[in-house]
């Protein structure tokens, strides 16, 4: 996968053969496979904030007059978004599901989000009610499993995918 000028190559090695790999002249690193995790569901306090410069806090959110995100396409990779969720409005579509055999379920190899946690995420961007940018399109980007665990290869593939997708258009990607 290249991004810009760099190139990201994911595979499977023993420890000789990375340690080779990373002898040659074209290689400028090499890293071991993270494994990420989700958590949290609650409303943050952020929301609060962005309105509010000043502390303390208090307690609601204004939405912008300015900006509704009209235009905008928001890649969310996440643990998927569940589509049809009434905060989306027919805003949110599939784009691409990146996890890989090496996760936790079989139910990941759908669209749908069997966490919660990208739906939740992508409800505070764009929800109709309690996004920040009520009118933005949403690209639901699956890189996280139902239990909340992807991998840097996952990351990768779903952020090339993004790119590609965007093609120069106004978008905003968003990694949980």
């Given at each position: 996968?290249?991004?810009?000028?760099?190139?990201?190559?994911?595979?499977?090695?023993?420890?000789?053969t990375?340690?080779?790999?990373?002898?040659?002249?074209?290689?400028?690193?090499?890293e071991?496979?993270l494994?990420?995790k989700?958590?949290?569901?609650?409303?943050?306090?952020?929301?609060?904030?962005?309105?509010q410069?000043?502390?303390?806090?208090?307690?609601?959110?204004?939405?912008?007059?300015?900006?509704?995100g009209?235009?905008?396409?928001?890649?969310?990779?996440?643990?998927?978004?569940?589509?049809?969720?009434?905060?989306?409005?027919?805003?949110?579509?599939?784009?691409?599901n990146?996890?890989?055999?090496?996760?936790?379920?079989d139910?990941?190899?759908d669209d749908?989000d069997w966490?919660?946690?990208?739906?939740?995420?992508?409800?505070?961007?764009a929800?109709?009610?309690?996004?920040?940018?009520?009118?933005?399109?949403?690209w639901s980007?699956?890189?996280?499993s139902?239990?909340?665990?992807?991998?840097?290869?996952?990351?990768i593939?779903g952020?090339?995918w993004?790119?590609?997708?965007?093609?120069?258009?106004?978008?905003?990607?968003v990694?949980?």
């Open positions: 996968v290249k991004i810009g000028g760099t190139c990201f190559v994911v595979f499977r090695s023993n420890a000789d990375a340690e080779y790999i990373g002898t040659l002249p074209e290689v400028n690193a090499i071991a496979q494994i990420t989700a958590f949290g569901l609650s409303l943050p306090w952020g929301l609060d904030r962005i309105d410069e000043s502390l303390p806090l208090n307690g609601v959110f204004t939405r912008s007059a300015s900006f509704s009209r235009g905008v396409n928001v890649y969310s990779l996440d643990t998927g978004i569940f589509k049809e969720h009434q905060q989306f409005s027919n805003r949110a579509e599939y784009g691409g990146f996890i890989t055999n090496d996760n936790d379920s139910t990941d190899h749908w966490n919660g946690h990208g739906t939740h995420g992508a409800a505070i961007i929800g109709e009610t309690v996004g920040i940018a009520q009118n933005a399109h949403i980007v699956k890189i996280l139902g239990s909340g665990r992807g991998s840097t290869a996952s990351m593939r952020i090339q993004a790119v590609d997708h965007a093609d120069g258009k106004k978008g905003v990607m990694i949980a």
